[in-house]
């Protein structure tokens, strides 16, 4: 069965860096396009950022574009994601996901909906 530990988050002033991980297991790591996800309290769970099986696409949604950079170790099953210019906007538990697809429009494919990790917290505030 899948299986994802994300880790990494804390609490972090404005302007400042973390840098997330997320360990996967239960599916062919290297097979699957991997997403970035974050849910703010009050709020839906909201798309981040996603990266191919190969590492040769990327996309990210336009509130972390330019701040943040999803990638990925095949060799080690594991994804990254380092978030540099925290804003207090950015506070949210973030997730790890496998896709079976998605495109530079911001479009989306959950391949295990139902598979969510714990989760890391990730709090900017001065």
């Known amino acids: 069965q899948v299986q994802l530990e994300e880790s990494g988050g804390g609490l972090v002033q404005p302007g400042g860096s973390l840098r997330l991980s997320c360990a996967a297991s239960?599916?062919?790591?290297?097979?699957?396009?991997m997403g970035w996800f974050r849910r703010a309290p009050g709020k839906e769970r909201e798309y981040v950022a996603a990266?191919?099986?190969?590492?040769?696409?990327?996309h990210y949604t336009e509130a972390v574009k330019g701040r943040f950079t999803i990638s990925r170790d095949n060799a080690k099953n594991t994804l990254g994601l380092q978030m540099n210019r925290l804003k207090p906007e950015d506070t949210a538990m973030y997730y790890c996901?496998?896709?079976?697809?998605?495109?530079?429009?911001?479009?989306?494919?959950?391949?295990?909906?139902?598979?969510w990790g714990p989760g890391t917290q990730v709090t900017v505030s001065s």
């Open positions: 996901a496998p896709l079976q697809r998605f495109g530079q429009n911001g479009f989306y494919e959950l391949s295990e909906p139902n598979a």
């Open positions: 239960g599916f062919t790591f290297g097979g699957y396009a």
């Open positions: 990266v191919s099986w190969s590492s040769t696409s990327t």
